[in-house]
């Protein structure tokens, strides 16, 4: 198969861990005999400082144009600690959704055995949990009508949806419990916002074109705590945009790194992958990032292409790299490895997987474990 993948490795690391998600991908394709062409394209801090705009016109431009987009990460400081700043990095990521009509964020989540350790939760809590969110992406209160008084005493942000943004977004996840384990769970605030009334009572009414999936409803508030108390419960997760960017981030923590988590936006005609980790420009440059989350969305990209096989390749790569301790600092804190030599070592793995052999006294010293 031959795709044109559209680059945005974007601000802080995202550089660094999308190259790991390429090197994945050239292996893909050299082992699996396809043909991927990347173009790199900027967006964020770096486009504005390049072009004048966190979304230039040739970048929407190349995204247009490619099968696929794989997303690094956006954000910088100058911006985050300015609240006055006129023009901001992340607006070109919401631009970027909008005009390429990404409406669904689509987010897994499992736990990799090996790291449950890593988790602040307890083992018994959170062995064995494995749901799905779909976060709609590109209406309700991120997108609404906003205002700020001229004395700067007043503001407001307002949160809307139609018919049809709740309906296609409910589709999808209803579909994706009919292949799970048939649970669907909204969440929502309709004891207080009529945004939240829309949602529930449209989700009622698609039910009954789904009548094996259990519908399950709760409110944003208990569903922020049930995630700790009870992950196991969930299946499929269904929500509005706001609570599914704040949702999200709080279930990351759940498998003990943010650097786990890959995803997908997708639209009618584009789709983005992008781990959901945020720039971290702390460690920007240091090569101390997890490259993981980047590798899986990549994965998560041959699987919209219908390549099962070559995205459980590099599943199955990534579960041995975590299994043999070959991490970044946030999963192996004291004979941890660069961000390039986990990507090269998913790289090899991929390419070689049945003939790679392990020196276990080279593991232990960090170096390179494939002989």
Not at 202 to 228: C, G, H, W
Request: glycine share 6%.
């Amino acid at each position: 198969m031959k795709l044109n993948i559209a680059l945005l490795p974007g601000d802080g690391i995202g550089p660094e861990v999308i190259q790991q998600a390429v090197k994945a991908l050239d292996a893909i394709a050299e082992k699996y005999n396809h043909e991927f062409i990347f173009t790199y394209a900027s967006i964020g801090a770096i486009a504005i400082k390049e072009a004048g705009s966190p979304l230039p016109d040739a970048t929407l431009k190349i995204c247009t144009e490619a099968d696929a987009i794989l997303f690094g990460a956006i954000g910088d400081p100058k911006y985050d600690n300015n609240p006055t700043a006129k023009i901001r990095p992340e607006e070109g990521l919401l631009k970027l959704r909008k005009s390429l009509g990404l409406f669904a964020n689509i987010r897994p989540l499992s736990i990799y055995d090996a790291l449950i350790h890593q988790s602040n939760l307890k083992a018994e809590v959170i062995k064995g949990v494995d749901f799905v969110i779909f976060r709609e992406l590109t209406s309700g209160i991120y997108f609404g009508e906003k205002e700020l008084s001229a004395d700067g005493t007043e503001a407001f942000d307002v949160c809307k949806y139609t018919v049809e943004e709740i309906d296609r977004i409910a589709h999808l996840a209803f579909k994706s419990a009919q292949i799970r384990r048939k649970k669907l769970t909204l969440i929502d605030k309709s004891n207080v916002l009529e945004t939240s009334r829309l949602w529930r009572k449209r989700i009622i009414e698609i039910s009954k074109n789904y009548p094996t999936i259990n519908l399950d409803f709760l409110f944003v508030d208990n569903a922020a705590m049930q995630l700790i108390l009870n992950p196991k419960q969930f299946d499929v997760i269904l929500t509005e945009n706001m609570f599914g960017d704040i949702l999200s981030d709080e279930a990351s923590v759940i498998s003990g790194s943010i650097g786990l988590l890959a995803s997908a936006s997708i639209g009618i005609n584009s789709a983005m992958f992008e781990p959901i980790h945020g720039s971290f420009p702390q460690a920007k440059g240091k090569n101390i990032a997890n490259p993981l989350a980047a590798v899986l969305s990549a994965a998560m990209l041959l699987d919209h292409f219908q390549l099962h096989e070559e995205a459980e390749a590099i599943r199955t790569a990534v579960e041995k790299s975590i299994e043999l301790n070959i991490t970044t600092p946030d999963l192996n804190s004291t004979n941890h490895f660069s961000t390039t030599n986990v990507g090269s070592f998913l790289s090899d793995f991929i390419l070689d997987d049945e003939n790679t052999f392990y020196n276990k006294n080279n593991i232990d010293l960090g170096q390179s474990t494939i002989i």
